[in-house]
């Protein structure tokens, strides 16, 4: 039985361990709002799916198609993003365009 996006989005959230709330502060929606797009009795997902996949660390297609799974983040890889997302803009744009360097020259 197929699933439907709502389910899709539920399942992802509490596979990272977010809880509605902070989900719908990531999206900038009150609680409840989120809550009804997980329900499906408002359909604001068609309008939020980029803001909802963003927030739950996938790309919009792993909602849409669940049967094609791009690998889920390991742990460590999730802390790291947790962290990421801790720091001002301005620091995360300098770690991004470093991270660039190092791949780009080849360091390890």
């Known amino acids: ?41 408002i359909r604001k997902e068609e309008i939020l799916l980029y803001k909802i996949s963003d927030a739950l660390r996938c790309i919009p297609y792993e909602l849409l198609f669940p049967d094609i799974r791009i690998q889920s983040l390991n742990d460590e890889e999730k802390e790291i ?16 365009e470093l991270l660039k360097e190092w791949v780009k020259h080849g360091r390890k």
């Open 1 to 41: 039985m197929s699933q439907t996006i709502g389910k899709r989005i539920r399942i992802r959230r509490k596979e990272l361990g977010y809880s509605q709330r902070q989900i719908a502060k990531k999206l900038d929606i009150g609680q409840s709002t989120y809550s009804r797009i997980e329900r499906e009795i």
């Open 81 to 96: 993003l947790e962290l990421y997302d801790k720091l001002p803009p301005r620091m995360q744009l300098i770690i991004k």
